[in-house]
């Protein structure tokens, strides 16, 4: 029990530790409970004093350490990739800061492959949830393990994944770089679908730099590939994208049919996070036509897929043009409810955004 660099540990984890059923280290757990060697901190979840965990870690000798070690992050990689698979949020909720833990703690044993797999296993869960901070952190430490590995696969999704969050953080030539050695790296091996995907990235990361020609660009090549790969979610995404950036560029017209054909593709294959976008994209080319009733229901679809999918950062986003639209609309109250629900996101995101939404309360505020 001293090995896990978390701070505590499920019963399950234990198990996988012990290399034994859960069944025959429960009442082992209980044992240890009662005469106060272990604390269980929540139902089946137990803590070690620090003086006892450093003493177990001493007694732990190297090669059981090493094989107890191996099988514990082979279980929270299955249980990662399980949860990730299936979009189990409140798995990763729950295990968060553990995971973070093990990562690190595979990184410094030796254990490469661990610490980049159970890295991407986080990385939508940490997305999601706004915290760009640790996402960008855990892929650092990814980074590095696939480079010592001589995993380059392995390597350019971690640097995509870096490049998304740093995209995110408002680090854009960073963002720019890694996206960048991703795309050779990805050129090299010939991946056609990790570079459409790279492409989408880069387009993001040009966009908030304010180059939305550029996005395009970038937005139908990676369609095009998508196409070549016949990767039906792969043009769904690059469709609503390229829709995006021609609003952006004042071209709602066009942007709608693009958009239009995204969210079809996205209901036919039941993509919510997908559909959640594009909703977005259509509100907003809507929004610029004047259109405000039909821009405000697709804002409002786009919430409350966001909030279903704990995607709280583009839920602040839908929120503030949802608050746009209902001031072009006249309706104050409305727009002054929706930017407050968005600066509340922002803030407990500790997000810049959080500045846009104040200046639109306090514009309105004084109009």
Request: charged content about 25%; some cysteine.
């Amino acid at each position: 029990l001293g090995i896990p660099a978390s701070p505590d540990i499920t019963r399950a984890a234990v198990a996988a530790l012990a290399g034994s059923p859960e069944e025959e280290v429960a009442p082992l757990l209980a044992e240890l409970d009662r005469v106060h060697l272990v604390d269980e901190v929540l139902p089946g979840r137990y803590a070690l004093h620090d003086l006892l965990r450093a003493y177990a870690r001493e007694l732990a000798h190297e090669p059981i350490r090493d094989a107890a070690l191996t099988r514990l992050l082979d279980h929270w990689l299955r249980a990662a990739q399980a949860a990730a698979a299936t979009g189990a949020m409140e798995f990763f909720a729950a295990e968060r800061e553990t995971l973070i833990a093990e990562i690190r703690q595979a990184a410094a044993a030796g254990l490469d492959s661990h610490a980049w797999r159970l890295a991407h296993a986080v990385t939508e869960y940490l997305d999601r949830s706004g915290a760009w901070q640790r996402l960008a952190t855990v892929q650092e430490i990814a980074i590095a393990a696939a480079r010592r590995a001589g995993d380059q696969a392995a390597e350019a999704r971690s640097l995509y994944d870096l490049g998304f969050a740093c995209t995110h953080l408002e680090r854009h030539e960073e963002a720019l770089g890694h996206l960048r050695a991703a795309q050779r790296i990805s050129t090299g091996l010939g991946d056609r679908a990790g570079l459409a995907r790279i492409h989408l990235e880069l387009a993001r990361a040009l966009a908030r730099v304010s180059d939305h020609r550029a996005a395009l660009g970038h937005a139908r090549r990676a369609l095009a590939l998508f196409e070549t790969e016949r990767s039906l979610p792969g043009q769904a995404r690059a469709l609503n994208a390229a829709g995006w950036y021609l609003a952006l560029l004042g071209e709602p017209e066009a942007a709608l049919d693009l958009c239009h054909r995204a969210i079809r593709l996205h209901r036919r294959l039941g993509n919510q996070r997908g559909q959640a976008g594009t909703w977005q994209s259509l509100g907003y080319a809507y929004e610029q036509l004047g259109r405000h009733e039909e821009a405000v229901t697709c804002h409002r679809n786009a919430v409350d897929l966001c909030r279903a999918l704990g995607d709280r950062y583009n839920e602040a986003d839908t929120l503030l043009h949802l608050g746009d639209v209902h001031r072009a609309r006249g309706d104050a109250g409305a727009a002054s409810t929706a930017w407050q629900a968005a600066l509340e996101i922002f803030e407990a995101l500790d997000h810049p955004d959080a500045a846009q939404a104040r200046s639109r309360l306090l514009a309105g505020a004084t109009a």
